[in-house]
């Protein structure tokens, strides 16, 4: 069972790359963030043509999340990160399928910090924290998948020393990154490949994509029921550098059914 996640950047804008990608890799089940669409443009009849039907949270201009399966379509089961009635953010999206529970996230980026935006990433995260240790609690195989905006360690990112002041490697991002760990979660890139030199997004700017100067920034967190059932990981790199594609690369583990 192939999972992806994919921070697509703008919908509208990239269709035809996504599209693309779902032909070629055919994921079992593929999590997408940033639509910056809202809810009545998402393609639901393009995706059913390659055998995806889809939940989706959209909002215009802005964040946004899906999860699309080929299974059949997956069982909502919330909708908006609990614990703020006040936060209208597309951000997160929960379901199941086929005895998974995936999470969909994208977690605010922050900049600039400090101030209220980087006060918005660690409220977030807190309300986020909470909910991940409800499902660790369920004793379920789940998978938390998306866009953190967290680079978790020095080895997670080109030149780290430029990014100490930046909301993404700030230590209070690392922290609360670390306290989701430490509920239990595995890092299913860094499981499998512990050593290597893994990134997952990569400026438009600076030729940074050719210099491979990028972040790993967008995570798969496993509970232990889902973990004991990893059995690949990776990022299909190739998909940065198609026309008009994405500023992140899609990303990828493969569970024993």
Not at 19 to 40: G, I, N
Not at 181 to 188: E, I, K, R, S, V
């Amino acid at each position: 069972m192939r999972i992806a996640t994919y921070n697509i950047n703008g919908l509208n804008a990239r269709q035809p790359v996504l599209l693309r990608w779902l032909e070629q890799t055919r994921p079992d089940v593929a999590c997408l963030q940033e639509l910056k669409s809202p809810q009545e443009r998402f393609p639901q009849d393009e995706l059913r043509a390659l055998g995806y039907e889809a939940l989706w949270l959209g909002q215009k201009s802005w964040n946004g999340v899906a999860i699309l399966a080929r299974s059949g379509l997956p069982v909502e089961t919330q909708r908006g990160l609990p614990g703020d009635p006040d936060d209208v953010q597309s951000r997160y999206l929960e379901a199941q399928i086929d005895g998974l529970t995936v999470v969909c996230l994208y977690l605010p980026n922050g900049n600039p910090a400090p101030g209220p935006k980087f006060d918005y990433k660690l409220s977030w995260f807190e309300r986020f924290n909470r909910r991940t240790a409800e499902l660790m609690a369920s004793g379920q195989p789940v998978v938390l998948a998306g866009d953190y905006n967290v680079i978790p360690t020095g080895r997670d990112v080109y030149k780290p020393e430029r990014w100490v002041d930046d909301a993404l490697f700030r230590q209070e991002t690392r922290d609360a990154f670390a306290r989701l760990l430490a509920q239990g979660w595995t890092d299913a890139l860094r499981q499998l490949h512990p050593e290597q030199t893994i990134y997952t997004y990569w400026d438009y700017f600076r030729d940074a994509f050719r210099r491979n100067a990028g972040l790993r920034i967008d995570h798969f967190l496993l509970s232990p029921p889902a973990a004991a059932r990893l059995r690949g990981a990776g990022v299909d790199v190739e998909v940065r550098g198609w026309e008009k594609s994405s500023d992140h690369a899609p990303v990828w583990i493969e569970l024993d059914a």
